[in-house]
Nanobody, 115 residues
């Protein structure tokens, strides 16, 4: 099992910044990639950014140039700059072990961007 715990959410004004963190524990061996997802009220969960075990990063178009994903051993981070009200959502950490078809999720952290 893998346990994921997010932190760093909060309330920020438009144009501001937040840094989210995700701490992984448990049997982390075999994690191929880690990602951030978000879910706004009334909307489906959507992929924000991914970092592979090789360090390759990918971003959704709506965050390119504003968000940066990084990983250091058992911790993943999402630096969010130039935040917009539409970035308001619960942000979830995800870890994938693709070889065994397993996905793990954190409990989520709320981000609210005021206009």
């Amino acid at each position: 099992q893998v346990q994921l715990v997010e932190s760093g959410g909060g309330l920020v004004q438009a144009g501001g910044s937040l840094r989210l963190s995700c701490a992984a524990s448990g049997i982390i061996f075999g994690i191929n990639s880690m990602s951030w997802y978000r879910q706004a009220p009334g909307r489906q969960r959507e992929l924000v950014a991914t970092i592979t075990d090789g360090g390759t990063t990918t971003y959704a178009d709506f965050v390119k140039g504003r968000f940066t994903i990084s990983r250091d051993k058992n911790t993943m981070a999402l630096q969010m700059n130039s935040l917009k009200p539409e970035d308001t959502a619960v942000y979830y950490c995800n870890a994938a072990k693709t070889r065994i078809g397993r996905n793990y999720w954190g409990q989520g952290t709320q981000v609210i961007v005021s206009s």
